[in-house]
């Protein structure tokens, strides 16, 4: 086991001295669950496996220390030496940081020194990190700057279950990048396939040679093979063996308490409601143990926080000892921390959770799991291109890993809110996120990477090969590839560099020429979180009375850059006087008198900030086109002119590229003006299709900023 080395202070006051023995009694506490956790009892076991396989699955219960304490095993077995790192994949950021944090905890060292993590938009290592825990996504990226990986001598892809789209896609590069490295003579070449390695993997480091094939450049030697570890929560270790040829798996026992499941009578018309309904019975009738209830999204989320504490008002003063804790991948960090922490005594905690909570992060204390049965997935129609995020029902498997949630520490309830006989009707499993997105994100990193064949690479589940046509059009469309497939340069290698859907990274580029940089930084940034508006029921008039004086009469993107810029004025003039904190506050208080979400306008506002550098990075100009709207609204059509949509007699409006009828969502500045033709950048589906985030255009843009689309339509 590591040692458990506490950060050295010397206490000077009484004050010091009490929070050293808290700090101590926190540590020997850490000390003791990482002993009574199911995995501590196999270290052994384990290292021997992973030294003896170079590719191993490792199946285990959620909650029996795979995340947590495998790196540590491997850390302390000597993986990290001569400064390697061990890296470990999670699919979803708030997973990368939390678990960062907790590991660096229990390691006693500070965070991003030997313990880090790194996901998009937040880094948080150093030369001396050790154990690395980022995002799938991320590692992609990491591949386009060092094709192999080499910094690395474990890779965990963890979670692999979920089957992300990422995730997928890694697992057939680090296929090919673990052959090549044990493969590669000492001069760094390959021996297979000639000049090109396996993959053809190219380095996007100009640098690195001519045509950027990073072999020639590349200095590793046979003795750094790249170990591959697999983990994953349910029991289906034989799809990731046969892929991985035959690779050996292993479990891990878990320990899981029975839980009991409840069903509803009927199906539920307002799940919401039912939610807090059962919330509240659960509080006031049952015994204590914290509540865990699974919602769709940020705004489901934040709408049902607001709910609870209503309600609280309105229960006797004694039973109001219930504390709502939102976690959800948006939610900045410290924010994520309070879900993990136990609640104040005699209180119970009820968290609020997207189905992060259903694998990704196990959040001690839960004993009740209420589960309305939903869950926001990606769906992708190929015919129609267009990508949309709808709310579908769980899948079996997923109902499963929801309800022993509750069963982690001692027997347990499960409320699901639906009928039993719905439960049978539910899919096995869940399809892997590769067969219904959009592909053009991974196609054009894969690209990036060398891999020129799309049709051909060994996905571990192919998606279709309509899926991957449109997909090669669309960044055929958006000046991506060539006439003949190829990368472009520089559109190409430009758009791949940048951590952004390619329609956004597009539209960078183009306000660049557009003059209007400043402006698309600032839409981009604020497209990239949930709802910046908030609008509780009850307050409706009031909110909408205060967002007024935002709204641009061009749209919704012009309103959004408004807020930001007037968050900012109010930051700005008050900075000499104000310290971070104080801002904070500030900037709190702004957004909740004028109904802005602060939360997410935090995230915006930080994601402005890392691509305002990636854009500097890459020459971009920045320039601001100042009043002149006109230009930003061109330019919009430029780079979304995939999402553009007319007005029809009805007043709904037919997307031009796929031919769908939508409506605008009432949620936007243009829902009563309804114009001719207007751009969209986001497509839901309910029991209408709805379209959000639109502004204003004139239809004869289109064949002017987008003749490589509609010139060719007409
Ligand atoms: O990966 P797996 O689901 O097997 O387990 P894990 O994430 O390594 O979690 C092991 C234990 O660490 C959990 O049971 C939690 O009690 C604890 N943990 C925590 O307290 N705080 C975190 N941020 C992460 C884990
Ligand atoms: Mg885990």
Partial sequence: MPSVARRSHQPTANGNDKSSNANRNRRQNIAQQKKSLPIASVEKRLIEEVRKNDILIIVGETGSGKTTQIPQFLFDAGFCREGKVVGITQPRRVAAVTVAKRVADECGVDLGQKVGYSVRFDDSTSNSTRIKYMTDGLLLREALLDPYLSKYSVIIVDEAHERTVHTDVLMGLLKNVQLARSNSTSDGRHLNNGDKNVNGFMSLDKDNGQNGNFLKKDHRDKSSPLKLIIMSASLDARTFSEYFGGAKAVHIQGRQFPVDIFYTRHAETDYLDAALITIFQVHLGEAPGDILVFLTGQEEIEAVERLINERLTKIPEGSRKLLVVPIFAALPSEQQMRAFAPAPSEFRKVILATNIAETSVTIPGIKYVIDPGLVKARSYDPGKGMESLIVVPTSKSQALQRSGRAG???PGKCFRLYPENEFEKLED??????????????ILQLKALGVDDILGFDFIEKPSRAAIIKSLEQLFLLGALTDDCQLSDPVGRQMARLPLDPVYSKALILASQFNCLEEMLITVAMLSVESIFYTPRDKYEEARTATKCFGSPEGDHITLINVY??????????????????????????????????????HARDIHRQIKGHAEQMGLSLASCGDDMLQFRRCLVASFFLNAAVKQPDGTYRALASGQVV????????????????????????????????????????????????AMQN
């Fill in 408 to 410: 982690r520490e001692g």
């Fill in 429 to 442: 499993s869940t399809m892997p996120e590769i067969k219904r997105c959009n592909l053009s994100n991974v």
């Fill in 663 to 710: 409506q605008i969502h009432p949620s936007s500045v243009l829902f009563r003006k309804k114009p001719e033709c207007i751009i969209f950048n986001e497509l839901i589906q309910t029991n209408n299709k709805y379209v959000r985030n639109l502004t204003r255009v004139d239809y004869l843009w289109l064949t002017e900023l987008a003749p490589q689309f509609y």
């Fill in 565 to 602: 810029r007037a968050a900012n004025d109010l930051l700005e003039k008050r900075t000499m006087e104000m310290n971070k904190m104080k801002s904070e506050k500030v900037l709190r208080k702004w957004c909740k008198e004028n109904f802005i979400n602060s939360r997410s306008l935090r």
